[in-house]
């Protein structure tokens, strides 16, 4: 079996704050493979952009690792230095964060920002490092790349902001790209582009992609794998076809059935009951039961694992033990 490019295994992270500990991230495992799309999804307060900057080691200063391994070719990113990971980020690895507008600093040129990445992670400097800040900007797909590069984040679009954000990540032709919400500040034409292009770059040079975001729709035709988080655990994961036509848990369920259809406009969305749940005084059992329409008494006191469904799917929900024991009665 070969080695996998990124390895997390039972990932603990919490926020220390004056009303307590808040475990954002509570035991979470995936694997990643040269080349692999994989999509994180979850609403707000999953975990799902903390373990994202986990990986990164980009937490708050109330943030810290608590347990567990991130794995970079077999090597536990978790125990190296500040410095050994400011090699790791760019190089390796970079991330796209949501809002491009406060991602860029305003008073500094596209150029300038541009070029201080490449000559940070790479060995060009001055002509060479300017040919490169354009060859990524064409590489985006941005036009006048000349006159795009004096120009500041204002003058530009939010489309073309973000493009700009993809043009640093891919500055050192890294193995590993994050990309968080990458589209939430984008209405939904340029949402299409940007994805489109993501997906265009990564075929193109052969990096993984792991895409963090709350909407299964826009994700539909681009993962490999989903990996489904709430409370801070994967309640669900699989291949992009089993988790769209075969979802296994609740939660899942109910995200699904938030996405508008287009084949029937008349179709009411069915949105998922309740709020989302009180991460400094998690449930005892599952976290999705407050607010799961086919909840059992083991679901308030007991944490389901995960059952294999088949070879691409998981699921964490006591309905599928439930249905496991009644079929083999029923026998």
Same mark, same amino acid.
């Given at each position: ?137 064409? &590489? /985006?797909? +941005? ?5 795009? %590069?004096?120009?500041? =984040? ?6 073309? *902001? ?106 009411? &969305? /069915?949105? +998922? ?5 009180? %991460?400094?005084?998690? =449930? ?6 407050? *607010? ?40």
């Amino acid at each position: 079996m070969s080695e996998k490019l990124l390895s997390v295994q039972d990932l603990h992270t919490s926020f220390f704050t004056d009303a307590g500990e808040v475990q954002a991230v509570n035991g979470v495992s995936f694997d990643l493979d040269p080349g692999e799309i994989l999509g994180i999804v979850g609403e707000s307060g999953s975990g799902k952009s903390v373990t994202a900057y986990s990986i990164m080691q980009i937490l708050a200063d109330t943030g810290k690792i608590t347990g567990g391994k991130i794995l970079y070719k077999g090597q536990d990113l978790s125990t190296w230095s500040e410095r050994q990971m400011q090699s790791f980020r760019g190089k390796n690895c970079s991330i796209i964060f949501q809002d491009p507008m406060t991602s860029l600093n305003p008073v500094f040129t596209i150029g300038s920002q541009l070029k201080e990445a490449v000559v940070l992670h790479t060995t060009r400097r001055g002509a060479e490092a300017d040919g490169r800040v354009k060859e990524l900007l064409e &590489l /985006v797909g +941005i036009n006048e790349p000349e006159k795009r %590069m004096k120009q500041y =984040p204002f003058e530009l679009s939010g489309g073309m *902001r973000q493009r700009v954000m993809i043009a640093m990540a891919l500055a050192c032709e890294p193995d590993i790209l994050i990309a968080d919400e990458p589209t939430t500040a984008l209405d939904v034409t340029i949402q299409a582009q940007i994805l489109e292009l993501i997906q265009d770059l990564q075929k193109k040079m052969g990096m993984a992609v792991i895409l963090v975001t709350h909407d299964l729709g826009v994700i539909a035709d681009m993962c490999d794998n989903i990996v489904v988080m709430y409370g801070g655990r994967i309640c669900e994961r699989g291949t992009a076809r089993e988790i769209f036509y075969h979802p296994h848990h609740e939660y899942t369920k109910g995200l699904l059935r938030s996405i508008p259809s287009t084949g029937n406009m008349k179709q009411k &969305l /069915v949105p +998922i009951a309740g709020t989302p749940i009180n %991460m400094l005084n998690l =449930p005892k059992g599952c976290a999705f039961c407050p *607010r799961c329409d086919a909840a059992m008494k083991i679901c308030l006191t007991q944490v389901p694992q995960e059952l294999v469904i088949n070879s691409d799917h998981k699921a964490a929900c006591w309905m599928n033990v439930k249905a496991a024991y009644e079929e083999v009665s029923a026998k």
